[in-house]
């Protein structure tokens, strides 16, 4: 999987997870103050990019993540998928 | 939630936790039997529960160890379904005054009321959350409400668990979710009946229903906490005492 095709996966997973259009979950969107996603949608979201890639995200690494831009790149991390 | 909704009773062998098994049992639901040490006595729960109807499944769960219960949870997924109910019945009580009370008894304490309960929860969350659809009942007790001379680390336990009720229910009250907590007084069971005839008594003396309960009337309470007709009971600290700590 290369980091376009890894981002339309999330991006899509956060759109169905916060019930919001696809076309809105940009990398610079913000979760809180752009998605009005409040801390417990986020813990979801999570839930679901771990269930869906198959990865563990403990809460120190999701405190940082402001934006759709740093879940994507937490998510490559996770993977090993390069910029 | 009709007939498919699965529900995890730990400490499920004996006491209220197999009274709760049997209630719930009856409203329909698939039922498993949590136990840490009896087999033999949550197997034959698990037999009753199924001669009444219902359908139910022993399962091995040391509510202490993360590892059995993801061991635990995984299994009631894969056999009956994802639990949907949870009811945090397994407890441990050891009474003695604080400044002769051993550290390790003090941690088992914490470890099997308190902490249990949140890792339990915790595991069974995220498919509640998903579900948008959950119940988590929490058996607490009187100890909660009131201190007793010769309990601290239990009275501390459940008053922690009251709390961490209330904070769930705050949590994930806007997703279906009710966390409720039933506080029982001086009920008829394996754990209260090392107490001393004097400690019975003063008891008896306190309690207005003047008898002690019957498990049967604290599972009555958490069928009903788990429920469709439950769904505005969230947070609830409920005493189930026959009036102790009126």
Redesign the interface.
């Known amino acids: 999987m290369d980091m376009n095709e890894l981002q339309t996966k999330v991006c899509k997973i956060l759109a169905d997870n916060l019930s919001i259009p696809e076309d809105q979950v940009t990398p610079k969107a913000r979760f809180q103050e752009d998605l009005d996603a409040d801390s417990l949608d986020l813990v979801e979201a999570v839930l679901a990019l771990e269930e869906e890639f198959g990865v563990t995200i403990p809460e120190e690494e999701m405190e940082g993540v402001r934006t759709v831009g740093q879940a994507i790149q937490l998510v490559a991390d996770k993977l090993g998928v390069a910029a | 939630m009709a007939e498919s909704t699965v529900a995890l009773v730990t400490g499920a062998s004996r006491g209220i936790g197999k009274a709760a098994v049997l209630a719930l049992g009856r409203t329909g639901l698939r039922v498993a039997v949590g136990y840490r040490s009896d087999a033999e006595g949550a197997e034959e729960i698990a037999a009753k529960a199924a001669a009444d109807g219902g359908e139910a499944l022993a399962v091995h769960v040391d509510v202490q160890l993360e590892e059995s219960i993801d061991e635990a949870f995984g299994r009631i997924e894969r056999e009956l379904g994802p639990v949907r109910v949870l009811v945090n019945n397994a407890g441990f009580t050891k009474d003695g005054l604080a400044v002769k009370y051993g550290t390790a008894t003090w941690d088992k304490t914490i470890d099997t009321n308190l902490r249990g309960p949140f890792l339990c929860s915790r595991r069974a969350l995220?498919g509640m959350?998903?579900a948008r659809w959950g119940r988590i009942v929490n058996v607490a007790s009187v100890a909660a409400i009131r201190g007793n001379a010769g309990q601290t680390a239990y009275t501390a336990s459940k008053a922690g668990l009251a709390m961490l009720t209330r904070s769930l229910a705050r949590?994930?009250g806007?997703?279906g979710i009710t966390v409720n907590a039933v506080c029982p007084g001086f009920v008829e069971t394996k754990m209260t009946e090392v107490q001393t005839e004097e400690i019975r008594r003063r008891y008896l003396d306190m309690t207005p229903a003047g008898r002690f309960g019957a498990p049967e009337e604290v599972a009555a309470v958490i069928a009903f906490l788990a429920g469709a007709e439950a769904s505005y009971v969230n947070g609830a600290v409920i005493a189930v005492d026959g009036g102790l700590s009126a």
């Open positions: 995220p959350l998903k949590e994930v806007g997703r």
